[in-house]
């Protein structure tokens, strides 16, 4: 009787290819060093970037804060050169680099705060709702994936695969809307099942009941999150496990006799997973960003509805330190996938 042990050695083979299979202290770290470099450099040039875009935006800030206010040339000049706003372009740059690198994103127009302690208001929210709709997005991918890569060319297959691909395809804002008209307001004799304001009631209980409460507020826009952007996991997980079925190992295992539940769960499973984890971990970076149409839409208080009240003034220090945020975040998840996918795939280390 052949173990499962056994005919795991061709997982093994096939995974290792020629030379070395373990992956060297230095060979990584070096890797990893050349990464972090592109990584500083990549945001270098974010700040760079984020503050001159910004200023192509029309209007005027000052202009836009005075709005129902009676306010004289003489005030608007004063309360632009509070600002900072009456300094030449690139004098204004470099004392954004220099704050930038102290850590202080300076003080928002609007709020007259601090924007690390807006940021700091918002960023738990958005980590709340983009955070759920991540893991049960890539926990939906993966399974689907999987079941539709194995069971390839099923009526499972094509209807997962086409269903998620429409989701994919629909704007995010107009499904929002549609699932916020039929189970948030109700339609017909649909009546509206869910809240669709806010994170919590106005009159919001305490305990286990504020729980609930909150996670009630959830279910629209985190249904919105996962039906845009799951099938990015369940495509890749699907195209991963048909290159390993493909493989000479699945054969193998599968001619010593191994029931296909097991060389699916323990040997094709775990090699298709590397792209998607490492697609996982690229995700990860614009959940601080959160998704700033969905909690536009559903006035949800995380950094996207932030972002989106700094655009309207707008309100360039408090544009500044959240696209900063955020796009920090994204480069250095990335960074961080590759070399995790550099460390778990010895086909990467060797090319």
Same mark, same amino acid.
């Given at each position: 009787?052949?173990?499962?042990? =056994?005919?795991? @050695? ?13 992956? !060297? ?6 890797? +990893? ?5 592109? +990584? ?6 974010? %700040? ?61 127009? @609007? ?9 700091? =208001? ?19 991918? %993966? ?60 009159? $919001? ?37 048909? @290159? ?8 193998? $295992?599968? $001619? ?5 539940? @097991? ?8 090699? $298709? ?19 700033? !149409?969905? =909690? !536009? %839409? ?27 945020? %955020? ?25």
């Amino acid at each position: 009787m052949t173990t499962p042990l =056994e005919a795991a @050695e061709p997982v093994a083979a096939q995974a290792a290819g020629p030379g070395d299979d373990r992956p !060297t202290g230095r060979g990584t770290l070096q890797y +990893a060093l050349s990464k972090a470099g592109g +990584a500083l450099f990549s945001i270098a040039m974010v %700040i760079i970037g984020t503050f001159f875009v910004f200023r192509l935006l029309p209007g005027d800030p000052v202009r836009n804060l005075a709005q129902g206010r009676n306010m004289t040339p003489a005030q608007l000049d004063l309360e632009r050169r509070r600002l900072g706003l009456d300094k030449p372009l690139v004098d204004q740059f470099f004392d954004f680099v220099g704050d930038t690198l102290r850590l202080d994103l300076g003080t928002s127009y @609007e709020y007259k705060r601090p924007v690390l302690d807006l940021i700091g =208001e918002r960023i738990g929210p958005t980590l709340l709702l983009t955070g759920t709709g991540l893991i049960i997005a890539v926990s939906l991918g %993966i399974w689907q994936g999987t079941r539709a890569g194995w069971r390839f060319g099923s009526r499972f297959d094509r209807f997962s695969t086409g269903a998620s691909l429409v989701l994919w395809s629909v704007p995010t804002f107009w499904l929002g809307l549609l699932l916020m008209m039929v189970f948030g307001v109700g339609i017909g004799p649909i009546p509206g099942l869910f809240p669709f304001r806010g994170i919590e009631s106005v009159d $919001a209980p305490d305990g286990f009941a504020y729980i609930l409460d909150v996670a009630s507020h959830m279910v629209l826009p985190c249904l919105t999150l996962v039906a845009v952007v799951y099938a990015q996991y369940l495509l890749v997980m699907r195209s991963s496990l048909l @290159e390993e079925v493909s493989q000479d190992y699945v054969t193998v $295992a599968r $001619a010593k006799g191994l029931r296909d539940d @097991e060389v699916r769960r323990r040997h094709a499973v775990p090699n $298709a997973l590397l792209p998607t984890v490492t697609l996982v971990f690229m995700r990860i970076g614009f959940v601080v960003g959160g998704a700033v !149409t969905v =909690e !536009t %839409i559903y006035t949800w208080p995380g950094l996207g509805q932030l972002f989106y009240e700094a655009v309207r003034v707008p309100d360039f220090t408090l544009m500044q330190g959240t696209f900063l945020l %955020i796009t920090v975040a994204v480069v250095v998840m990335n960074t961080l996938a590759d070399v995790v996918y550099h460390v778990l795939d010895p086909r990467v280390r060797s090319a």
